[in-house]
């Protein structure tokens, strides 16, 4: 299984909505990744977590709430977000940090912020 | 500002002949370099890598080649088949700082190939 899941597909939140983005791998990485990518754009790093712990924060705004429970999932929690969030999210996942380990991604969450 | 440009959005290929995506980069710390490919509704996938000490890597159809002097790097698909329409993506990662072997990864914006069958 070299699967990267995520959920929901889609989402459409207003700015005092609470939601949370979910993403699964069973491929018994321990690093996982939070990228998100506006239209035109590349991918931006957003949270890197190594063995459960938060390792990078690339200086994302509170809004964005990252969470690791164990090592198969990685959660991103959403609140009062504004509509310039709107865009792809993107989980990735790699057997470690190691700079040769090549990185899974998922399908991705569309979300708009209305 | 970019790190890690790819100047082309688009590159049309005919089916057979070679498609040649061009990458170039700012930073000379980056010590290995990928590229992705995505297809619509899909997360990037891992194509192939180069290590900054190697000037070329090869699987199958595609062969990264790496211009350190240049900052420069390309990838060649050949031959070209329909099924590489896809937009793909450049990528480096930096090493962290902390002497280590970890990285992050920054993404170029990425060129959207067509292979006319």
């Known amino acids: 299984d070299t699967e990267v899941t995520q959920t929901p597909k889609h989402l459409v939140m207003g700015m005092t909505n609470k939601k949370s983005l979910k993403c699964e791998q069973h491929m018994g990485h321990r690093a996982m990744y939070w990228y998100k990518q506006k239209a035109k754009k590349p991918p931006e790093l957003m949270f890197v977590y190594s063995y459960e712990k938060l390792s990078i924060n690339e200086s994302v705004p509170s809004r964005f709430s990252p969470e690791c429970p164990n090592s198969s999932l990685l959660n991103l929690h959403l609140h009062a977000l504004q509509p310039e969030d709107s865009a792809l999210y993107l989980c990735a996942s790699s057997p470690s940090r190691d700079i040769l380990d090549e990185q899974y991604f998922g399908p991705g969450t569309r979300l708009t912020v209305t | 500002d970019q790190q890690v440009k790819q100047n082309s959005p688009s590159l049309s290929v005919q089916e057979g002949r070679i498609s040649i995506l061009n990458c170039d980069y700012t930073n000379s710390m980056f010590d290995y370099f990928l590229w992705y490919k995505k297809y619509p509704a899909e997360g990037p996938t891992f194509l192939i890598s180069i290590s900054s000490i190697k000037d070329k890597n090869e699987d199958g159809r595609f062969t990264v080649f790496l211009n350190k002097s240049a900052k420069h790097l390309s990838l060649h698909i050949v031959p070209s088949q329909p099924g590489d329409s896809a937009v793909y993506f450049c990528?480096?990662?930096?090493?962290?700082?902390?002497?280590?072997?970890?990285?992050?990864?920054?993404f170029g914006k990425g060129t959207k190939l067509s292979v006319k069958p």
């Open positions: 990528a480096a990662r930096i090493l962290d700082g902390y002497g280590g072997s970890q990285g992050n990864l920054i």
